[in-house]
T-cell receptor
Framework: DGGITQSPKYLFRKEGQNVTLSCEQNLNHDAMYWYRQDPGQGLRLIYYSQIVNDFQKGDIAEGYSVSREKKESFPLTVTSAQKNPTAFYLC???????????FGPGTRLTVT | AQSVSQHNHHVILSEAASLELGCNYS??????LFWYVQYPGQHLQLLLK????DPLVKGIKGFEAEFIKSKFSFNLRKPSVQWSDTAEYFC???????????WGLGTSLAVNP
């Protein structure tokens, strides 16, 4: 099955801890994205990557970091500097010559 | 900066009612327009898209949207909704050479059986 996997589905952390969310795709897509979804706020772009070893900040990158060492993987680290980390995080990917983004199932992070 | 407005945040309808969800964007140049849907517990998925050509586009599950350039709008319509259409609907726009999608805040649709 081709698609995007995000793990885990639910994640709980204590305040002050860094946490890394996984995103893997086997669609051979070049671009990958991380969004944060909060109720009533739509999707906000955190980071995106067009190619391996390159990534760009989105609209709300503060307190987050990413890496793109492999084409199929784009992990997101939520650092202790992120003031409101509790949210639903969505990963997406797309082919280089297409505008359609494909989404993973999301990870719901709760920080207490 | 480009922005996308979805006018209805929460919509409640009875089955068989007609649906129209508004979407307006601010960019005046060439745009690519999308409606995505997020059913409860499922992935966000593409409902329909407009790139060029016929401004009336048809998507999955009987949905359609009309691109009206003069009104900067891309409203989503369905003549008769079903309970299974209960979901959150997002409008998104890509302008010019921008590699990012700009998203609306979403509309939550609840269809009562």
């Amino acid at each position: 099955d081709g698609g995007i996997t995000q793990s885990p589905k639910y994640l709980f952390r204590k305040e002050g801890q860094n946490v890394t969310l996984s995103c893997e795709q086997n669609l051979n897509h070049d671009a990958m994205y991380w969004y944060r979804q909060d109720p009533g706020q739509g999707l906000r772009l955190i980071y995106y990557s067009q190619i391996v070893n390159d990534f760009q900040k989105g609209d709300i990158a503060e307190g987050y970091s990413v890496s793109r060492e492999k084409k199929e993987s784009f992990p997101l680290t939520v650092t202790s500097a992120q003031k409101n980390p509790t949210a639903f995080y969505l990963c997406a990917s797309k082919r280089d010559n297409s505008y359609e983004q494909y989404f993973g199932p999301g990870t719901r992070l709760t920080v207490t | 900066a480009q922005s996308v407005s979805q006018h209805n945040h929460h919509v409640i309808l009875s089955e068989a009612a007609s649906l129209e969800l508004g979407c307006n964007y601010s960019y005046g140049g060439t745009v690519n327009l999308f409606w995505y849907v997020q059913y409860p517990g499922q992935h966000l998925q593409l409902l329909l898209k407009y790139f060029s050509g016929d401004p009336l586009v048809k998507g999955i599950k009987g949905f359609e949207a009309e691109f009206i350039k003069s009104k900067f709008s891309f409203n989503l319509r369905k003549p008769s909704v079903q309970w299974s259409d209960t979901a959150e609907y997002f409008c998104a726009v890509k302008d010019g050479n921008n590699r990012k999608l700009i998203w609306g805040l979403g509309t939550s649709l609840a269809v009562n059986p």
